[in-house]
């Protein structure tokens, strides 16, 4: 079943938030699991366990944009661990205070409302960059993910089509055995 082959970014992504490694989570979630490939296949959610399907529910809430992120803002001010924020999201502030706050008010005098705003993001960002984690490396794990070669998207993309039409098929298939023996 493509449900249990589907299942296997959802474990790495569980160990993100338990990790507080949020930049991963996001690529887990925006790359892998909301990518065309993945939600094309019907029996691919069909398939999967509740605890993972809650798994699943949980990333999304974590990376939903709504209000501004708010549940990974959560998150990010209440962990005492270390954390990896997902960068994206600073970068956006950055712009935003740029675009939006004037450098210089009347007069020609500095914007220093706008430097505090900038000093406070970045003050946010070193607290967590100063949080460090205690690993353990595991060599074969560091080598399999250096050595990994990545499909092409497009490649991804049109094997789920080939198999979205094989459950197509199988599901007509069964449907006219039970009309034969109705």
């Given at each position: ?24 989570l996001f690529s887990i979630a925006f ?146 055995r039970r009309m034969t023996y109705s």
């Amino acid at each position: 079943s493509s449900g249990i082959n589907a299942e296997w970014p959802l474990r790495p992504g569980h160990q993100c938030v338990l990790l507080r490694n949020f930049s991963a989570l996001f690529s887990i979630a925006f790359s892998a699991l909301a990518s065309a490939a993945i939600r094309n296949l019907a029996s691919t959610w069909e398939g999967i366990s509740p605890h993972h399907q809650q798994l699943f529910k949980q990333f999304l809430e974590i990376t939903n944009p709504a209000n501004n992120y708010k549940i990974f803002r959560k998150l990010l001010k209440t962990s005492n661990n270390p954390t990896v924020p997902f960068l994206q999201i600073y970068i956006g502030e950055f712009l935003t205070m740029n675009e939006v706050n004037p450098d210089y008010l009347k007069k020609g005098l500095i914007n220093l409302q706008k430097r505090r705003l900038i000093y406070r993001e970045l003050e946010e960002m070193r607290y967590f960059q100063n949080r460090k984690y205690n690993l353990t490396e595991i060599p074969d794990l560091i080598s399999f993910f250096l050595n990994y070669e990545t499909g092409q998207v497009d490649d991804f993309y049109l094997r789920s089509e080939i198999l979205k039409r094989s459950e197509r098929e199988k599901s007509k298939k069964s449907h006219r055995r039970r009309m034969t023996y109705s």
